[in-house]
């Protein structure tokens, strides 16, 4: 049964504090997509990658957050300093690519920056 | 405007009738259109997606599309308790399809009454 996994799935931590939250993409797939949701805005693209390459972060703020993906069974998002602002939950996606647009989700990460 | 319009509902229908989720979007180009479910505290999940002009069908549920009208919809036969949750619409980015990225809408919370 394939799918996004991704750790920590809770993190409380205090302000100023550095978060760093991974994701395994489904195997196979060479598209990645970090996400942020909030009730007030909706869900976010932060970053997307594809075959390991970042193809745009131009929804992260960029003084403060860094995606990476060190190998094509780990992706990345880091939060260095936390600030409250920063409380979302933070999906993972993956996709297929190869002119398949479908992403597959992952549970998320529930941050709280207090 | 918006470039993936989703009235916010709620919607709400009684069990076992059909249940109409509309969405607009603004990209001449998008080509890939997505329906994901989100049920409270829970992740995405994709439910259908569509290519081509006209009805596609799945089990209870069927997606349309109408590429001069920008418009997409899902419908909900014999709609379940269970179908109770947020229906976002997701449409790739980019003429021709040129991206993987998908612009999410804000989602339709549906709510099936027993």
């Known amino acids: 049964d394939a799918r996004v996994t991704q750790t920590p799935r809770h993190k409380v931590t205090e302000m100023g504090q550095e978060v760093t939250m991974r994701c395994q993409p489904i195997?196979?797939?060479?598209?990645v997509f970090w996400y942020r949701q909030t009730m007030m805005q909706g869900l976010e693209l932060l970053a997307y990658?594809?075959?390991?390459?970042?193809?745009?972060d131009s929804g992260m703020p960029k003084d403060r957050f860094s995606a990476e993906m060190p190998d094509a069974t780990l992706a990345t998002l880091k939060i260095q300093p936390s600030e409250p602002r920063d409380s979302a939950v933070y999906f993972c996606?993956?996709?297929?690519?190869?002119?398949?647009?479908?992403?597959?989700f992952g549970p998320g990460t529930r941050l709280t920056v207090t | 405007q918006k470039e993936v319009e989703q009235n916010s509902g709620p919607l709400s229908v009684p069990e076992g009738a059909i249940a109409s989720l509309n969405c607009t979007y603004s990209?001449?180009?998008?080509?890939?259109f997505f329906w994901y479910r989100q049920y409270s505290g829970k992740s995405p999940e994709l439910i259908m997606f569509?290519?081509?002009?006209g009805d596609k069908e799945d089990g209870r549920f069927t997606a349309q599309l109408n590429k001069a009208s920008q418009y997409v919809s899902l419908l909900i036969r014999d709609s379940q308790p269970s179908d109770s949750a947020t229906y976002l619409c997701?449409?790739?980015?980019?003429?021709?399809?040129?991206?993987?990225?998908?612009?999410f809408g804000t989602g339709t919370l549906l709510a099936v009454q027993p």
């Open positions: 996606a993956s996709g297929p690519g190869q002119g398949a647009y479908e992403q597959y």
């Open positions: 195997l196979g797939h060479n598209t």
């Open positions: 990658f594809r075959n390991r390459a970042p193809l745009d």
């Open positions: 990209d001449r180009g998008s080509q890939s």
């Open positions: 569509i290519y081509s002009n």
């Open positions: 997701a449409v790739n980015q980019g003429y021709g399809g040129a991206t993987n990225k998908l612009i």
